[in-house]
């Protein structure tokens, strides 16, 4: 069982940076991929960035590739995504999930454990 909540979350100007950690509970969280998503209003919930347990392997989607950085640390228990050049339409409640599979996905249902979400709101 894993336990995650996210923070970070907030108001920003275009081009300006925001960075959202995970916390997560239970021993097992080294053993797990973890994935960020995001959903903004009216809109279907889609993927931005998973990191292998390992954290030696992530994985973008192309509409946040060169500006966002998915990491974790697992002596802590978390996962950061750093984001930077955010743009209006970045604007979406960012929830962070875990997966216990070795392979890093993109899809939903993939993952098993899913947090509460922080608002990002950028504005032009």
């Known amino acids: 069982q894993v336990q995650l909540v996210e923070s970070g979350g907030g108001s920003v100007q275009a081009g300006g940076s925001l960075r959202l950690s995970c916390a997560a509970s239970?021993?097992?969280?080294?053993?797990?991929?973890m994935g960020w998503f995001r959903q903004a209003p009216g809109k279907e919930r889609e993927f931005v960035a998973a990191?292998?347990?390992?954290?030696?392997?992530?994985f973008y989607a192309d509409s946040v590739k060169g500006r966002f950085t998915i990491s974790r640390d697992n002596a802590k228990n978390a996962v950061y995504l750093q984001m930077n050049s955010l743009k209006p339409e970045d604007t979406a409640v960012y929830y962070c999930?875990?997966?216990?599979?070795?392979?890093?996905?993109?899809?939903?249902?993939?993952?098993?454990?899913w947090g509460q979400g922080t608002q990002v709101t950028v504005s032009s």
């Open positions: 999930a875990a997966d216990g599979s070795l392979i890093l996905h993109s899809k939903e249902y993939e993952y098993d454990y």
């Open positions: 239970g021993r097992t969280f080294s053993r797990y991929a």
């Open positions: 990191v292998h347990w390992s954290g030696g392997r992530t």
